[in-house]
């Protein structure tokens, strides 16, 4: 229960007992307090003396006294103790008249179950004896019945809820009274429920700790209190139970006294299992880092005194957690220096085995040496000694599996190998030393100077005793058989080595990589990296001494003995990944070997065809090889197991593959000087290795000899799956190492092919084989050029799949995969030449070539280059999207290459080839290809004109003016060039210029299409016409003819792509009057109609009706019976049913040929004769009444000017409909929707169709829906179902109010506003958090949508007019009501317009053509005319009156089937009815209408009249906005698509929104906050950064300032876009500039302001980033199998990320540049195949390959290999001057760890330095050596005997950069020959000496003094003074004898405290207690693990003395004082 309900419960249980009470009642107890005021309430008064009793005795073993040890004994935690002791207080004798307690209570209710009577007695009994206290307060009356009830109740929970009450209270009198009654309460029912296992642990421990502080003289007196602790569970001990015990601080010993022992032995007799010790240590705070208190002496007696007396079981526990239980005995038992050890060695020798035992003792000794006696360490080594003897190995093999166990027993072992061959007793090591002495004495007698014949000569006598004692040293060392006997402790040393390397191989392929994927690493940062981590490596591996061993000692041998150790070695690292290493591996690691040197030795990586190095050996290189082979043991050891894999079937095949490496046949070189794509030039060296490996394997696999001959089929089967296998991976390793494996192509097309006989059934073993030597042939020719074979290889391979597979499905598919994959790697022409052949003879391949073409194609200038780049180099403008080899080819007004390209390589066979190839297909895939570059180009204009807005902020260009620039200038003479080609080559395409031509003809129909965009949008006045005339048409030569081909294509696409209506586009023509002049637009057609009433099933009776009617018109209507009789066909009366279909005919008939035409051209004489005569007929046929009123709505002469203004499509339809609904039958529910009733009879049916149901959750859940699946977050639905969006963190954290309902929405602190229906809607499950806000799931909402959508109503229902419209609403049917003045909208009245009908009409008119076109269903006329037949059919048939939803939903369900068959039969539907519009008009092929509309086949058209017109088909052009259109039509897009969702997502926010624009700035801002945190880290302070200013460092350094130019450029679009950094207050939008300081350049995030800008960005940089790449991850299966790591999952800091690793829209690849070209390249259009032949009838609608676009980007990203980032606290901050140990308070004993040998600076070496820190500022100094620690410890592996010097001259700068006065101060002596082992005494001296300096500069923080700080009680810098009081007690301390931290000690460690953190201006903490942080802190203390006791018990003094940290100052003041 948290505090508010604990409140509501006190509140709660208060109000029921006073509502239980009546008025009297409470008058009673009033009166009786009067009157009794005399009684004493409380009479207990020695209670609290008792309690507070104290006694300073220790309980140790020898002060036990003998009734103690008897009354302990005997005791156990389950005996009974005596009831009736003096506890009794008279608390119990004042509330239990029988004395003793009750036995009802009920802990969680209070209830009581006892017979009302005892209920009555108690009562009485209560008041009785509240008569006889001495209390007068009303208040307190209540608390002590209240106190009296839960006694009697048992109800200890609500006694310490009652107590904390009364704590709490402020106004309650006789608190301190009522209070200890409580208490009192408390102690008799708890001590009652704990022996009745009525508490569990937490309740037991929380009531001892409570009451033995309350009442400890009944613990110290009665056992069975003092035994209480007994009654817990020892196996459910938990961290929250040892909390509350807290056995080190509650002062437990002090509180029981003589009962101590039995508390501690009752805990202790609870362990009956060794385990139980662990929660043992646990209850009595026993931690690993061993410091223990005094009470532990008590403890460890009774423990080892428990096991050897109890039966204490060990059970299956392991040596490793044997030793974990009694190795804190031993360190207790060596903290209080007691003699328990032999007791506890005896009981391990006597429980456990000889191996256990030994195992144990040996744990012991190696984790907790230093916590050890050394009386102990000797006691158990010897032991050790004794019970091992001579039986070292066979304990080796026991504990084969425990490293610590086993490198122990090694050393045992190879000291005994040493003392066998006469080494020193000291053991190999220290021979070693002494082998390091004579190298160092015989190289400094050499180098002294051979001027002295003296010295020269008594050097050669001490270089030949040197000689002669390493002679004798060999001769009595044998070599041989130490590394005989002793692998198993080089096994050991490998072991270490590879623990080490293991830690450093992440950034050792950290910066392969980097050199591979990024195009800034510079190659000599990538040696730099790469030296400093073999330097590490041989580093560690000389701390072994090997090299000395076989150096020195034997150094004629060294080599062989280095072998030795090598194969080892391989050994060892073989053994890991459990390969068996033969003489096969070490053949093939001493290949790899060499490789490395040779590598090794090019730092250029381009690897030169010298003779190679021998195969030498030496350690430094030997330690660099097994950094390399661990580093990428990933991919060795996958290569190395197939090799043994693959050479056990195939002969000589191991061999081969060696030879091949060595012989360096595949060079990476290769692929960098043909790959103009590659990204870093330099990656050669990184990969050159791996690429010889894989494609070498590759090679020898590919050249293999007939690879299926003797072998079983289960053996290929076998075979085949293993290469399938490695082949799959080498595709994944060949994108992450960025290979180019070229051959990796082949190998999958024969495993692809295998596959596909395989389950095809085409017999695999012959057909393989002869497959694969076609690969081998292709392989050979194509792509290593090795030999000319025959032409015709290609071919060969795809006539022999051809014959084996073109009847299987996805054989075309699977074809182009072939084929594009081969060209991509082929090094020649030819395989694109055979190609083109193969494509072009299957017109199914080639619809689908697309891709191939591309990728050939990439290697041509297609875009032409925006004049602006080229005029200026502009640093503002930046479109290196497509490189070419020439820019000479460029023309340099248009920027178009591709032309010149062209004309270049006209004699190029591939040129030739398709230029030759007359075939529709190919030339339509041809123009689209053009098409994609200048879709490209056209972006790039845009791009470059919002570039242009971004950076002039003072001019705006609109929409408009970029619409226009886009056909002006640069395109307008691109037009004019492609014209003049054309006109060149006089308007004919030959095999000479067929490419051109297409390419000329291609950018002219994409620049009208922009021509058009304008003319619609902005066209306004003639001036444009003029414009078109005079800059389009008229500037070039251009024939006549060709220009009106153009002006035609003009108007086809104004008429098909914008308007879409040809009486529109006839009206828009002669408004902008464009081309008026140029074509007569009225020309007379049979129909006005765009499209005619004509259904396909019925045109020869049209044909027949129109005939006659022709004839009947040119008679002037002279008779009615022949065209009746034409329209019955003389039909029988049972056939009414045809009869009535016929008529439908001639009413298409008439609309056609008359009705169309009145609106346009009305003839009242010719209407007057045709009127009667069709009502004649209507007569003669005797319709019905509602048949002849609707067909006569038309004809009525009475008022044609009325209903002429009405025809158009829509009513003519309605019409037509409302013909067929007056045909049903005549109680049908059609029948009566033309009844003039038709409102009455509404009311009881339900309308087929729309329902019209509005309901606002219908609209707002398909909204939500959209919003949740596009991957958004933070929807809420408010109670009246209308929505809302929380952005940032998606939880509410204000309030608004409903726009629709006017209620409070959202709400505050992550809490939502309470009320029924306010929820928030979730996506799914998996992303509920346990702590959210009410919530539903979006499936639920659908379904309540679904629900609503289900519901069905009578009558009709008005709806607002948005309802109606919403293009996203679900439409299941048209109202179509007669009686116009009574259906309109419902908000109708707010526009009269709408106030009937036809408004109604005409809107659903719209809707249903959208929706139609949704469906890529452009004509409607032909959609509607193919579902009448069916729908009227069913219409006239049907007699159901729908006066229940199941007739209605039936009746729909027909039609909805009808529906849908047409939809998906449209395309076939469509052609067959423009054919039937076409033969009905008769020959309309040369007719403008027809060529605007392309309903002609223009491939007819006279090609004089129209030259290249069949170019000139209207076509659509993919675009995103038309993909995004599309895409979010798909279902689950989200979860099927998510990285097509996470771009488009990017592409659809604005500009403002968008992440990917956010994500851009990051390459111009990351370089310079990089730049300027390597220059400053650790030379600046924080104040020193604020003052200095942005523009004076700008001035100094030239590259800063380059680099600031692009930071500003980056800054100025996001500066005003960041959201919060952490709960603090978005900071207010700042543009950093010149002028601003340079704190705001370092990234920091310690206060809100400065840095914090920098660490803002980049945390959005984090959240957008990651945003865009973790759904990526969570849909993405595939993504953790072998080596897919198309994400990198492993998290890096942000600032590390190269501008590659950054998402972007913008994407790098030799096809691809943007997603734009990515949707191009997979789109098609329309297109459909008929008997083989490619038709084009529908080249205007675009399907797009989601599953294509999706692949490919994944490819992308894994290409590019994008990063997921660390969270924002995971930051390269800066680090400021002095502020080091604040960030990295262990910067010295982590050092200490990285150097285990440390030494003190002699006192010449001090005096040396002295005068250089006398004259050099302190800062400079110790920063910079605080700098070189943290490198040391972090990135440099070290010894200790490195030189200073030598190791600052190779410092990275990448890393790690020093102040230039320092660096030029370690070149001076003394500092130079400074080793780095006194790094720390070095320190400490230069810190010591500056330390006054230091403190004086401590930062205030503020101008005020310490006195105004001390009343306003801030804590805010260490002025403070210490109090009187405490110099007292700091004096007293002092003044002791033997104190282990003396006054100067404390003095010194507070002076290092103020050096290292006071400095610091973070610092901040200094109201905290200064022990906190000296007592923890080990580096400020010289003093040892064996004084730690000694030392807590210091600290426990000090602290009492409670010295803050803001009194540090004056507390060295005082200490460095004379004591007055």
């Not at 991957?1271 to 940032?1288: D, E, Q, T």
């Not at 230039?1860 to 001296?1885: Q, R, T």
Request: net charge negative; with cysteine; glycine share 2%.
């Amino acid at each position: 229960m948290n505090l508010s309900d604990s409140e509501n419960y006190h509140d709660s249980s208060l109000a029921s007992f006073t509502l239980s009470s009546s008025d009297n009642f409470e008058t009673d107890f009033d009166s009786d307090f009067d009157s009794d005021s005399n009684s004493d309430f409380d009479s207990d008064s020695n209670s609290d003396s008792n309690s507070d009793s104290d006694s300073d005795s220790d309980f140790d073993s020898d002060s036990n006294s003998d009734s103690d040890s008897d009354s302990d004994s005997d005791f156990d935690s389950n005996s009974d103790f005596d009831s009736d002791s003096d506890s009794d207080s008279d608390f119990k004798k004042r509330f239990n008249k029988s004395n003793k307690i009750k036995k009802y209570y009920y802990f969680s209710n209070g209830s009581n179950n006892e017979e009302d009577e005892e209920e009555d007695d108690n009562m009485n009994f209560v008041t009785d004896n509240i008569k006889t206290l001495k209390i007068k307060n009303k208040e307190g009356n209540t608390y002590m019945l209240r106190i009296k009830n839960l006694f009697d109740e048992r109800n200890l929970k609500q006694l310490y809820v009652l107590n904390d009450t009364i704590k709490n209270s402020k106004t309650l009198e006789l608190k301190k009274t009522i209070q200890k009654e409580i208490d009192k309460a408390i102690h008799l029912i708890g001590k009652e429920l704990i022996e009745k296992h009525e508490l569990n642990n937490i309740e037991i421990v929380q009531f001892i700790s409570y009451d033995i502080k309350n009442f400890s003289d009944d613990y110290q007196k009665q056992k069975q209190y003092a035994a209480l602790i007994s009654y817990i569970d020892i196996d459910n001990i938990t961290d929250e139970f040892c909390e509350a015990f807290n056995f080190s601080n509650i002062n437990y010993k002090k509180l029981l006294q003589l009962n101590y022992k039995l508390f501690v032995s009752s805990l202790v007799k609870k362990a009956t299992k060794l385990s139980h010790f662990k929660n043992l240590y646990k209850i009595f705070g026993i931690k690993k880092n061993y410091i223990y208190s005094q009470h532990h002496n008590q403890l460890v007696l009774q423990m080892i005194d428990h096991l050897k007396t109890r039966d204490v079981k060990k059970n299956n526990l392991s040596v490793e957690q044997l030793s974990e239980i009694i190795t804190p005995l031993f360190v207790m038992i060596s903290k209080h220096k007691n003699n328990y050890q032999k007791d506890l060695i005896e009981y391990i020798q006597n429980n456990f085995d000889k191996k256990e035992s030994v195992g144990i003792f040996i744990l012991i000794l190696n984790d907790s040496k230093e916590n050890l006696g050394k009386d102990i360490i000797d006691e158990i080594s010897t032991l050790i000694e004794e019970l091992i003897k001579e039986e070292v190995r066979i304990f080796l093999d026991y504990f084969n599996n425990n490293n610590k166990i086993k490198f122990f027993l090694l050393s045992k072992l190879n000291e005994r190998i040493a003392l066998k061959i006469g080494v020193l007793d000291g053991g190999l090591s220290n021979y070693l030393e002494t082998l390091k002495l004579l190298k160092n004495n015989y190289f400094k007698q050499i180098n002294e100077s051979e001027n002295q014949n003296e010295k020269r000569k008594s050097n050669s006598i001490r270089v030949e005793n040197s000689a002669k004692n390493n002679l004798s040293l060999s001769s009595i060392i044998d070599i041989d058989e130490i590394i005989d006997i002793s692998y198993e402790g080089l096994l050991a040393i490998f072991n270490t080595f590879y623990k080490y390397v293991k830690s450093i191989t992440g950034r050792y392929i950290k910066n392969e990589n980097k050199i591979r994927i990024s195009s800034t690493y510079k190659i000599e940062e990538y040696f730099e990296m790469k030296e400093l981590l073999e330097d590490n490596a041989k580093t560690e591996f000389d701390k072994y001494y090997l090299d000395i061993i076989f150096k020195y000692i034997c150094p004629m041998e060294s080599s062989k003995y280095l072998k030795i150790i090598y194969e080892d070695y391989i050994f060892s690292y073989l053994s890991r990944f459990h390969i068996v290493c033969t003489k096969e591996s070490i053949s093939f690691f001493d290949a790899l070997y060499q490789l490395f040197i040779l590598n090794h030795t090019n730092r250029n990586g381009m690897m030169t065809e010298e003779d190679q190095p021998p195969f030498s050996l030496s350690m430094e290189r030997f330690s660099k090889f097994m950094l390399y082979i661990e580093s990428y043991s990933e991919y060795i050891i996958f290569l190395y197991k197939f090799l043994i894999f693959i050479s056990s079937h195939i002969d000589n095949f191991y061999q081969t593959f060696l030879t091949l490496i060595l012989s360096k046949k595949f060079k990476f070189e290769q692929i960098v000087n043909s790959n103009k794509y590659c990204i870093n030039r330099d990656c050669c060296y990184v990969n050159d290795i791996p690429y010889n490996l894989f494609e070498s394997i590759l090679y020898c696999i590919l050249m293999m000899n007939p690879i299926f001959q003797i072998r079983s089929l289960q053996e290929d089967y076998l075979l085949l799956s293993e290469i399938k296998t490695f082949s799959d991976a080498v595709m994944k390793i060949d994108e992450e190492l960025n290979l180019h494996l070229n051959q990796k192509v082949y190998l999958n097309h024969f495993l692809k092919i295998s596959e596909y006989f395989r389950k095809n059934n085409v017999p695999l073993r012959k057909n393989i084989q002869k497959y694969f030597v076609i690969l081998k042939n292709e392989n050979k020719m194509l792509t290593l050029n090795e030999k000319d074979l025959e032409i015709g290889l290609v071919k060969e391979e795809y006539y022999f799949l051809r014959d084996k597979l073109s009847g299987m499905e996805g054989f075309p598919d699977l074809m182009i995969q072939l084929l594009n994959e081969k060209i991509k790697v082929c090094r020649n022409d030819q395989c694109m030449e055979e190609a083109i052949d193969i494509l072009c003879s299957d017109d199914v391949l080639l619809s689908k070539s697309k891709i191939i073409f591309e990728n050939y194609f990439s290697n041509f200038q297609l875009s032409p280059r925006i004049i602006k780049e080229i005029e200026s180099s502009s640093d503002t403008f930046d479109h290196q999207e497509y490189c070419f080899e020439n820019a000479n080819e460029m023309d340099k007004e248009t920027g178009v290459s591709f032309l010149s390209q062209f004309e270049n390589r006209t004699y190029n066979s591939v040129i030739k080839m398709l230029n030759s190839k007359s075939n529709d297909c190919l030339d339509d895939i041809l123009m689209n290809i053009f098409d994609k570059g200048f879709a490209s180009y056209y972006e790039m204009k845009k791009e470059s004109y919002d570039l242009s807005n971004n950076e002039n902020e003072t001019s705006s260009i609109t929409e408009e003016t970029i619409s226009k620039n886009l056909i002006e200038h640069q395109s307008l003479k691109i037009f004019n060039k492609c014209i003049l080609f054309i006109h060149k080559e006089e308007y004919q395409i030959t095999e000479n210029n067929k490419l051109g031509m297409l390419y000329c003809l291609s950018f002219i129909k994409y620049y009208c299409y922009h021509l058009c965009y304008y003319i619609y949008n902005y066209s306004k006045d003639k001036a444009f016409n003029e414009f078109i005339e005079d800059e389009i048409f008229n500037k070039t030569s251009i024939s006549d003819a060709f220009k009106n081909v153009i002006k035609i294509y003009v108007l086809k696409v104004l008429n098909i792509s914008f308007i879409g209506n040809y009486n529109t586009f006839i009206n828009f023509l002669k408004e902008k009057q464009l081309f008026i002049q140029d074509f007569d637009f009225n020309e007379d057609a049979k129909s006005s109609l765009s499209y005619l009433f004509l259904q396909n099933n019925t045109i020869d009776d049209y044909m027949d009706l129109s005939e006659m009617y022709t004839f009947m018109k040119n008679n002037n209507y002279a008779s009615t019976d022949e065209m009746i009789s034409v329209i019955t066909k003389n039909l029988k009366e049972e056939e009414y049913k045809e009869y009535k279909k016929r008529f439908l005919i001639f009413y298409d008939l008439i609309v056609n040929e008359e009705l169309s035409k009145i609106k346009k051209n009305f003839n009242l004489d010719h209407y007057k004769k045709l009127s009667p005569w069709l009502f004649e007929i209507i007569d003669k046929l005797k319709l019905a009444n509602p048949s002849q009123r609707i067909f006569s709505f038309y004809f009525d002469c009475n008022s044609p000017q009325f209903y002429h203004l009405l025809i158009n499509e829509m009513i003519l339809y309605s019409n037509k409909f409302a013909l067929i609904c007056s045909f049903a039958k005549t109680n049908s529910i059609f029948s009566k929707y033309i009844s003039p009733q038709v409102k009455e009879h509404l009311k009881n049916l339900y309308i087929p169709g729309e329902d019209s149901n509005d309901a606002v959750i219908i609209k707002t859940g398909k909204e939500i829906s959209d919003f949740l699946q596009n991957g958004n977050r933070g929807a809420y639905l408010c109670s009246c179902n209308h929505w809302y969006i929380i952005a940032n963190c998606t939880y509410p954290n204000q309030t608004s109010k409903c726009s629709f309902c006017g209620q409070l929405i959202g709400g505050e602190n992550h809490s939502l506003i309470k009320r029924a229906g306010h929820v928030r809607v979730y996506l799914n499950p998996s992303e509920y958090m346990p702590y959210s806000v009410p919530h539903i799931f979006l499936n639920d909402l659908m379904a309540r949508v679904e629900e609503e959508m289900k519901k069905q109503f009578k009558d009709f229902k008005r709806v607002l007019r948005n309802f109606l419209i919403d293009s996203t609403r679900k439409i299941s049917g048209i109202l179509s009501p007669k009686e116009m003045e009574d259906f309109y909208y419902l908000d109708a009245n707010d526009d009269p317009k709408y106030r009937s009908i036809l408004p109604i009409l005409t809107d659903i008119w719209e809707i249903l053509s959208m929706e139609l076109k949704k469906l890529n269903i452009s004509n409607i006329a032909c959609f509607l005319n193919s579902i009448l037949p069916e729908l009227s059919e069913l219409i006239i048939n049907h007699d159901n009156i729908f006066e229940n939803p199941k007739e209605r939903a039936d009746f729909e369900l027909l039609c909805n089937n009808i529906i849908e068959n047409a939809i998906s039969n449209y395309e076939n539907t469509c052609k067959i009815y423009v054919d039937n519009n076409n033969k009905i008009l008769h020959n309309q092929e040369n007719t403008l209408k027809s060529i605007f509309e392309e309903t002609s086949n223009i491939n007819r058209l006279p090609p004089k009249i129209y030259p290249l017109i069949k170019f000139f088909k209207v076509i659509d052009y993919p675009t995103v906005e038309k993909f995004n259109e599309y895409f979010k039509s798909l279902p689950n897009r989200n979860e099927i698509y998510p990285v097509v969702t996470s771009y488009l997502n990017g592409v659809n926010t604005t500009a403002e929104e968008n992440p990917m624009e956010f994500l851009k700035s990051f390459k111009l801002i990351n370089p310079l906050i990089n730049y300027t945190l390597t220059k400053y880290n650790n030379k600046l302070s924080r104040t020193e950064a604020k003052n200095i200013s942005i523009e004076s460092e700008l001035y100094r350094d030239q590259k800063m300032k380059i680099l600031f130019n692009d930071f500003k450029k980056g800054w100025g679009k996001v500066y005003d876009k960041f959201t919060n950094y952490d709960c603090h207050d978005i900071l207010p939008p700042k543009m950093i500039t010149e002028r601003d300081r340079l704190a705001y350049l370092l990234n920091d995030n310690f206060e809100d302001d400065y840095g914090k800008y920098i660490a803002s960005f980049y945390k959005d940089i984090i959240t957008k980033q990651n945003k865009f790449l973790e759904p990526l991850l969570r849909n993405d299966s595939d993504l953790n199998q072998g080596f897919s790591r198309q994400i990198n999952r492993k998290k890096i800091i942000v600032q590390q990320a190269d501008p590659n690793e950054i998402v972007s829209l913008k994407i790098q690849s030799p096809l691809f540049k943007s997603l734009r070209d990515i949707i191009y390249t997979y789109s098609t259009r329309n297109s459909h195949i008929e008997s083989e032949n490619p038709k084009y009838s529908n080249n205007r609608t675009i399907q797009f390959n989601v599953e294509a676009i999706e692949s490919e980007l994944r490819k992308l990203l894994s290409l590019n290999k994008k990063k997921l980032f660390e969270n924002e606290k995971e930051q390269d901050f800066i680090h400021y001057s002095l502020e080091e140990f604040t960030n990295i308070a262990t910067i010295i004993s982590s050092y200490k760890e990285q150097c285990h040998e440390h030494e003190l600076l002699s006192d010449s070496e001090m005096q040396g330095i002295t005068p250089t820190l006398e004259k050099t500022d302190y800062e400079i100094i110790i920063n910079s050596l605080q700098s070189l620690m943290l490198y040391f410890t972090d990135k440099r592996n070290i010894t200790g005997d490195e030189n200073l010097l030598n190791e600052v001259m190779k410092l990275p700068k990448e890393i790690i950069t020093l102040h230039n006065e320092f660096i030029h101060i370690v070149h001076s002596s003394p500092w130079k020959n400074i080793k780095l082992k006194k790094m720390i005494s070095l320190y400490e001296y230069v810190e010591e000496f500056y330390s006054e300096i230091i403190i004086q500069e401590v930062p205030r923080h503020t101008t005020w003094d310490q006195k105004e700080l001390k009343e306003t009680n801030q804590h805010i810098n260490a002025y403070a003074e210490l109090e009187p009081e405490q110099i007292v007690k700091l004096n007293k301390h002092f003044d002791q004898e033997n104190l282990l931290v003396t006054r100067e000690d404390f003095r010194l460690a507070v002076r290092k405290f103020i050096c290292r953190f006071l400095i610091s201006e973070q610092f901040k903490h200094f109201n905290w207690p200064l022990l906190d942080y000296l007592r923890y802190q080990e580096e400020l203390w010289k003093y040892g693990k064996e004084s730690e006791s000694k030392f807590e018990e210091e600290m426990d003094q000090l602290y009492d003395i409670y010295i803050m940290v803001e009194q540090a100052l004056d507390l060295y003041k005082i200490l460095g004082m004379e004591k007055k």
